[in-house]
């Protein structure tokens, strides 16, 4: 069982910055992929949206909305996975959460609670 963390959301002004940070309860070196997703206001949690993933191997892939703005990275050492967000804009306001696909599960099994990003115009 993988519980998952994040930290790091609150409130910040167009063109602004966050770190979000997500630790696992169990070693993710080998964890196949981890990941960040966001729910925007209004959707449903089926609508969540991949914002960046990251592998086991260290490859990498984005949204094509935060390309460019954000950067998804990972410490096994200290079991956390972090996404750096940068030139944020209003539309990232969401919930983003954590989320991690170890083998043999999928997208979706295994959850943080969830941390607020709110962008403000």
């Known amino acids: 069982q993988v519980q998952l963390v994040e930290s790091g959301g609150g409130l910040v002004q167009t063109g602004g910055s966050l770190r979000l940070s997500c630790a696992a309860s169990?070693?993710?070196?080998?964890?196949?992929?981890m990941g960040w997703y966001r729910q925007a206001p209004g959707k449903q949690r089926e609508q969540r949206e991949l914002?960046?993933?990251?592998?086991?191997?260290?490859?990498?892939n984005y949204a094509d909305s935060v390309k460019g703005r954000f950067t998804i990275s990972r410490d096994n050492a200290k079991n956390t996975v972090y996404l750096q967000m940068n030139n944020l804009k209003p539309e990232d306001t969401a919930v983003y959460y954590c989320?991690?696909?170890?083998?043999?599960?999928?997208?979706?099994?295994?959850w943080g609670q969830g941390t607020q990003v709110t962008v403000s115009s």
């Open positions: 914002v960046a993933a990251i592998t086991s191997g260290g490859s990498t």
């Open positions: 169990v070693s993710i070196a080998n964890i196949n992929a």
């Open positions: 989320a991690a696909r170890p083998e043999g599960s999928l997208w979706g099994d295994y």
